[in-house]
């Protein structure tokens, strides 16, 4: 009787995600869940980002200013089912990518060019070395560790000198 004096109705039960991701949506999220149309949102902002610098890119640099205010839709305006998002292609070909990588090669030490594989030891001169070789003295390192705990110690302890009083 107090429903329908009010005009509340309560929710028959609860509604699953339109997207079949298995949590709850709720009708403020246009029956999606919260990840989901969060999704959506970043989705639609990309789309208006990459239609705004398309029509940069034809229209010329000059003439539009770049960046435009986004303003959420209305949850009626939008179907879930048109959103499309533009395709990004890398620079470069995935085989010239991954190649770099395969031409590396194994890990060798840089003084007795021993496979070490992923048992090597990075020094701080930069190079890669064996278990022989891991210390600065045993491979001729050009690293200064003087001036390097100089500068750290001085970074670390900042003078503190306090200011004169003045006499009254």
Known sequence: MEQDETGCRAPEGPILCINNCGFF???????MCSKCHKDMILKQEQAKLA???????????????????VVPGNAGDVAVGSMETPKVIPAQPPDVLGSSEAKEGPNRCSTCRKRVGLTGFS???GNL??????????????FDYRKAAQ?????????????????I
């Open 151 to 167: 500068a750290a110690i001085a970074k670390a302890n900042p003078i503190v000198k306090a200011e004169k009083l003045d006499k």
């Open 25 to 31: 949506g709720s009708a403020a999220t246009m029956n």
């Open 123 to 125: 020094c701080r001169c």
């Open 129 to 142: 070395f064996c278990a022989a070789h891991r210390y600065s003295d045993k491979h001729d390192c050009q």
């Open 51 to 69: 239609a705004s610098s398309i029509d940069s890119l034809v229209n010329g640099s000059g003439s539009g200013s770049g960046k435009e205010p």
